[in-house]
């Protein structure tokens, strides 16, 4: 029997003496004055059990029976070099001996029983269970948020601990810390260290569970598939408030109970075009919103989903840029590829793009009216910037007093989320040819 002969080796091995000294990476934390006030141990980590005491003779006999069992027993074949265990961003094998080491270290902490039955309730599943993980900057939240296919949204700050976690936001690096070191201000360090404040999770079961070293890499696998991709949960964002949330780091944590967990590694940093100079705190009143409007975007057919991705990826960047050109250039990418994206590029499209955008949005004739003349602005501006490089900081729209060109595309980033928030409403793209005819769909 798996559960007697284990049992009996590990409790020998306890009485034995066999320890796991504790020698696990630690956060170091501070006061608000930058005292330090101790440290806090990531829970285990791959190097807390690499250390195991084995020091006489019979504790040396016990380490080889129980390496022994472990080899000789079918049902822990899968440990070994052979064999590689999806840990969601990456495959890695757990040799026996790694086996050992969570074996004993958690009878140490919880005795054989429970980690009997961790093992075999692990070994009973054709999947790994985990938490999905995307840390996110730009965007703050008070409290979690729901949002789609059980996703959720909440503080940086309330994530487990975990080394991916500490990669992305050093303790050293915490600006009282940093400023207790270097006595450089706060207002200064907050341009250069930027950590993620948000992170989306959701569970997620990892599948297959392993696969057989000569099998790697697997040409036709996908990943986990779900109908929601996280990176696209956190563009559509962008269309909350004056939101740019940014992807800056992507891994998979497995459950704390499983036995590989302390192995979980393959943090993945997307590359960013440009550092996230606006940070948007959603309000409480506004969690309900966030939810619907997530909800329905991902309730869309897969393929007007795909249609809205340009512009709402191009409005993102322009809230990033510092440019005015570069702002107006991203603008009027987004704004043609949601008016313009069925034209052919050798077409005559200004004037399609003018007529469009204020039949689209205009309620009467004076309101489109208004909306032409932004709309012409706009083309302007962009083609200016496309061009020559750079924009006068104001500029003069017809039937209205010189502005600052930065309100300006400020306004325009909100008709354009208007047009995007229209047609996830509606659930498609419009018929332009009725829209123009004043036929409303």
């Known amino acids: 029997m798996l559960i007697e002969g284990l049992k009996q080796l590990i409790d020998k091995a306890i009485e ?14 501070y006061s608000a004055d930058g005292t330090h006030t101790g440290n806090i141990f990531l829970p285990g980590t791959a190097s807390e059990q690499t250390l195991l005491t084995f020091g006489t003779s019979t504790q040396k006999q016990i380490e080889k029976e129980l390496l022994e069992f472990i080899s000789s027993n079918p049902l822990l074949a899968i440990f070994n070099n052979n064999i590689l265990f999806n840990f969601g961003s990456m495959w890695k094998a757990v040799p026996q001996e790694q086996l050992l080491r969570w074996v004993l270290y958690t009878a140490s902490k919880q005795g054989s029983e429970k980690t009997i039955k961790k093992l075999n309730d692990f070994l009973s599943m054709d999947y790994t269970p985990a938490t999905e993980v995307l840390a996110v900057s730009g965007i703050e939240v008070e409290d979690e948020i729901s949002l ?22 050093p303790p050293n690096l915490k600006l009282e810390r940093f400023n207790q070191l270097t006595g450089v201000s706060n207002h200064v360090l907050q341009r250069f260290h930027k950590p993620p404040t948000a992170a989306i999770i959701r569970k997620i079961q990892l599948t297959p569970k392993y696969i057989k070293n000569e099998e790697f890499p697997l040409t036709n696998y996908q990943g986990e598939q779900t109908k929601i991709d996280l990176f696209e949960l956190c563009e559509c964002l962008t269309i909350i408030g004056k939101c740019a949330a940014q992807p800056v780091g992507h891994w998979h944590d497995m459950e704390g109970w499983v036995p590989i967990q302390w192995l979980t590694g393959g943090c993945y940093f997307p590359p ?21 409007l997530c909800r ?7 393929d007007v989903r795909e249609k809205l991705r340009v512009p709402i990826q191009r409005l993102n960047q322009s809230r990033r840029r510092q440019n005015l050109a570069d702002k107006a250039i991203d603008v009027g990418v987004s704004f043609e590829s949601l008016f313009l994206g ?23 004739k004076q309101e489109r009216l208004n909306l032409i003349n932004i709309f012409n602005k ?31 595309l400020e306004e325009a980033d909100a008709l354009c989320v208007s047009s995007i928030k229209k047609i996830i409403h509606s659930g498609k793209f419009p018929n332009w040819d009725e829209i123009i005819l004043g036929n409303s769909q």
């Not at 034995?16 to 934390?29: H, L, Y």
């Not at 959720?152 to 080394?163: A, E, H, K, Y």
């Not at 329905?296 to 897969?302: E, P, R």
């Not at 302007?380 to 600052?404: M, Y």
């Open 296 to 302: 329905d975007f991902f309730n869309l057919k897969s």
């Open 16 to 29: 034995a003496g066999i320890t796991v000294p504790n020698t696990q990476p630690f956060v170091p934390e």
């Open 342 to 364: 069925d034209r052919l590029y050798n077409e005559q499209i200004s004037f399609t793009f003018r007529l469009r955008g204020a039949w689209f949005l205009g309620r009467d």
């Open 378 to 408: 706009m083309y302007e501006c962009r083609s200016i910037s496309v061009h020559t490089g750079k924009l006068d900081a104001t500029i003069k729209v017809k039937g209205r007093v010189q502005i600052e060109t930065k309100k300006f």
């Open 272 to 292: 960013l075009d440009n550092i996230n100079s606006i940070m948007y705190k959603i309000p409480a009143t506004q969690t309900s919103e966030v939810s619907s």
């Open 148 to 169: 789609p296919e059980g996703c959720r949204l909440l503080p940086f700050s309330q994530l487990p601990l975990s080394l991916s976690k500490d990669l992305l936001d």
